[in-house]
């Protein structure tokens, strides 16, 4: 039997579900000595913005159980250099490339898509409104339905390409951020981002990290993500990516078979960098035994509705 | 031999609290250089969840216990017991199976052949000077100040005596060697000699102070340095410190996994290395 693992997010074509979250993979040359990246979905990038980004202080990061915090801080090279710089590397690549983005203002929204949008090798954008670790950008437009429509209504204004919205958990209501995206003209929404968390150390009673509060990833969150793209599948008609806490091709399928179109892998490719290889050779494994010819039938096949 | 499986093939509490673990790995000796490290996978599964950073100690080779077969290559960390990760480290045997990545960032300059070399360690920290040594006694004469607490943080100094190496020790409570700190070693020594160069690993606060008396005496100083780290490969900006230059309105970090461990010490800015850039806790003296 000839198993197919093709789909296909906002026109863009994968020839499986399986692709980095963005910040976890950097800009794809880290990881090409221990992953053939001709073999995922797609790449996304490290989140990118209009001028080059310092990030937070250091301590960055710390372990929790099943999990770590982190507040790196968006540190990114900024959209010019990562089209001189990164950009020659990835267009060699033979797999879709999507460029993850934010802004601080508006109108840095929009001028970052207009930019990407120039680039004729970049299969689509991925526009985080999520990020918990900017004072200014990124949290008030992802978790107020009106400013998260602005926001992806700027983009959609300045750019063609296939525009991927990413949510961020850290919302009463995911499903209201969720529809005003796709009322704004996403194409697919990502979910989900990091959950605000905090560690400390007892004995000098501080913070972990020196940004006090980081984002959590890792398997320690994934019934969470799982269950809030069940409920995002529910409330819109667009595609949807399932993030959150997947290391093993099982994790993967709960997100497909809970609704979600593909994946993206995060903190488990710290853990360990042939995870997504052993995703996809794992889904296709899953197939094989169950007789599934066609992985799409999968998707939001979840019984006891 | 970036990510590999392989197995322990022994591991041993070598002083209290102090371990060697050494791992079968095929390529080892020609692709490690002195001053990388390796990410340790401690379990495959998912806790502790990270992989946990040590430097590379040495690499050789030693006989099969299979008759006829050719001799199975290795390379060897030694580790401090500080937590949940290596303390299950320490209950590792022979024969069972771990999974590393290495070897991973940059290592040591070796420097000008001939001049004097003068190697500082501190507890744990004297793990990457070994190779280092091993390359260097080549064509210069070296020198090992090792500082440590008690006699208990003195690791491995007959093997560097091995090797030719002149080692002086000094510990805070004077259980062994000289006592007092070995950065005022090192104030005497650089007093003696005209032309030397300094490499050193240990805690933050050593580091600083070795900084200093090296840019008083104005000889060359590298230094190994210790960061949390995700990755180990430069992609989660997790393990940073703050490049020479460095203000908020113009930031520059620097990736110790990456561009480091080991730097050269002017492109630090060691005015705001914070203590907590370089995480400490497992080479605290
Ligand atoms: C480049 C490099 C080389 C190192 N070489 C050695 C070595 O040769 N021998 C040795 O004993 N130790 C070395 N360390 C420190 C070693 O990585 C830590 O002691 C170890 O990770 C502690 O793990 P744990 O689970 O026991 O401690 P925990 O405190 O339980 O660990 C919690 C988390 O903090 C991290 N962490 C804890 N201490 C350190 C530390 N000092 N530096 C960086 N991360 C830390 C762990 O990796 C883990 O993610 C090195 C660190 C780095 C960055
Ligand atoms: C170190 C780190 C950096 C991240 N940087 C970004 C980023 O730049 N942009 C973004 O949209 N998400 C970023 N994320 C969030 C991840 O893409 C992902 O949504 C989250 O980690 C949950 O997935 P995981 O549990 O598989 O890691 C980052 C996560 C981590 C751990
Ligand atoms: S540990 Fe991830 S970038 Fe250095």
Redesign the pocket.
């Known amino acids: 039997m000839k198993v197919s693992l093709a789909v296909e997010v906002a026109g863009i074509q994968m020839k499986n579900p399986v692709m980095?979250?963005?910040?976890?993979f950097g800009y794809g040359e880290e990881y090409a000595p221990y992953i053939d990246l001709n073999n995922l979905g797609a790449i996304?990038t490290?989140?990118?913005s209009l001028r080059p980004k310092a990030g937070n202080p250091t301590p960055?990061?710390t372990e929790t159980v099943s999990?770590?915090l982190?507040a790196?801080g968006?540190q990114?090279v900024g959209v010019d250099a990562f089209i001189e710089h990164k950009m020659p590397f990835l267009r060699e690549l033979n797999t879709p490339v999507i460029a993850?983005f934010?802004g601080n203002t508006l109108d840095e929204y929009g001028e970052v898509a207009r930019r990407l949008d120039a680039i004729p090798e970049l299969a689509g954008v991925?526009l985080?409104i999520?990020?918990p670790n900017v004072k200014q950008g990124g949290i008030v437009f992802g978790t107020d339905p009106k400013a998260a429509f602005d926001a992806v209504n700027v983009v959609r204004k300045n750019l063609r390409k296939p525009l991927i919205v990413?949510l961020t958990p850290n919302v009463t209501d995911i499903t209201e951020i969720a529809r005003a995206a796709e009322d704004a003209g996403a194409d697919a929404l990502?979910c989900?981002?990091?959950i605000t968390g905090m560690a400390i150390d007892v004995r000098t009673r501080r913070p972990k990290i020196a940004n006090r509060t980081g984002?959590?990833?890792?398997?320690?969150?994934?019934p969470v993500?799982v269950r809030m793209v069940h409920q995002v599948v529910q409330a819109v008609k667009i595609p949807v990516i399932g993030?959150?806490?997947?290391?093993t091709a099982e994790d993967a399928l709960e997100f497909l078979i809970a609704g979600a179109s593909a994946v993206?892998?995060?903190?488990?490719?710290?853990v360990d960098p042939d995870a997504m290889q052993k995703v996809i050779d794992g889904l296709e494994r899953f197939c094989l035994e169950e007789g599934i010819g066609d992985i799409r039938t999968l998707i939001g096949s979840l019984e006891g509705q | 031999m970036p990510n590999f499986k392989t197995r322990i093939l022994a591991n041993q509490e070598i002083a209290p609290g102090y371990w060697r673990m050494r791992i079968q790995a095929p390529g080892a000796v020609a692709a490690c250089r002195p001053g990388q490290f390796l990410m340790f996978r401690v379990q495959l599964s998912l806790l502790p969840l990270l992989r946990r950073p040590f430097g590379i100690f040495r690499t050789g080779f030693q006989p099969s216990d299979v008759d006829g077969l050719p001799p199975v290559e290795y390379l060897e960390i030694l580790y401090k017991v500080v937590g949940q990760g290596t303390a299950m480290m320490s209950e590792l045997h022979q024969g069972d199976r771990v999974e590393i990545l290495s070897p991973l960032g940059r290592g040591f300059d070796p420097g000008q052949p001939g001049r004097e070399k003068i190697l500082v360690g501190g507890g744990i920290g004297l793990v990457p000077l070994f190779m280092l040594a091993e390359q260097l006694v080549a064509d210069s004469k070296v020198r090992l100040l090792m500082g440590g607490r008690t006699r208990d943080d003195i690791i491995a100094i007959t093997e560097f005596e091995r090797l030719g190496v002149e080692t002086y020790t000094s510990t805070e409570d004077g259980s062994l060697g000289e006592q007092g700190l070995v950065t005022d070693v090192l104030e005497k020594k650089l007093d003696q000699v005209a032309d030397a160069e300094v490499f050193a690993c240990g805690p933050m606060p050593m580091l600083e102070a070795v900084h200093r008396i090296c840019s008083r005496h104005g000889v060359p100083l590298q230094v190994s340095l210790e960061a949390l780290m995700?990755?180990g490969v430069g992609?989660?900006?997790?393990c940073v410190v703050k490049g020479a230059g460095h203000s908020d309105e113009n930031p520059r970090y620097l990736c110790t996994c990456k561009e480091g461990p080991v730097f050269r010490s002017e492109q630090l800015d060691w005015s705001r290395l914070e203590k907590t850039d370089s995480f400490c806790e497992g080479c605290k003296q």
């Open positions: 980095p979250a963005s910040g976890t996304v490290k989140g990118l960055r990061i999990g770590m982190n790196i968006l990114n993850n934010f991925e985080n999520s990020c990413k990502s989900i981002n990091t984002g959590l990833s890792g398997p320690a969150i994934r993500a993030v959150g806490g997947i290391s993206q892998v995060g903190t488990a490719n710290f | 995700a990755c992609a989660c900006l997790g």
